[in-house]
């Protein structure tokens, strides 16, 4: 059974840190893109970050970049989210996924990040 378990999200203030991390369990996502997305409540799920498992591209959605940092480790099946310099509109659930050909086809649970002074 293919698993994507997130972990790492909780309540931060304007201006802090938090580290996702995205553990794979059932295969290897070592030749799989991996991705971040989000979700808050009444909104589509929006895409975050995602990294290249050929080489280790990086892509962010606006918002986020020059703050969050997307990494992975193939030796451990991780893929991590680094979020720096948090804003309340980062409030959201974040999803961690595995891509398979042309769709995100593995997703996580979701871990809620919240923004709030």
């Known amino acids: 059974q293919v698993q994507l378990v997130e972990s790492g999200g909780g309540l931060v203030q304007p201006g802090d840190s938090l580290r996702l991390s995205c553990a794979a369990s059932g295969r290897t996502f070592s030749r799989n893109d991996m991705g971040w997305f989000r979700q808050t409540p009444g909104k589509e799920r929006e895409f975050v970050a995602a990294i290249r498992w050929i080489d280790g591209s990086t892509y962010y959605t606006d918002s986020v970049k020059g703050r969050f940092t997307i990494s992975r480790d193939n030796t451990k099946n991780t893929v991590s989210l680094q979020m720096n310099s948090l804003k309340p509109e980062d409030t959201a659930v974040y999803y961690c996924?595995?891509?398979?050909?042309?769709?995100?086809?593995?997703w996580g649970q979701g871990t809620q990040v919240t923004v709030s002074s």
């Open positions: 996924a595995a891509r398979a050909g042309s769709a995100w086809a593995y």
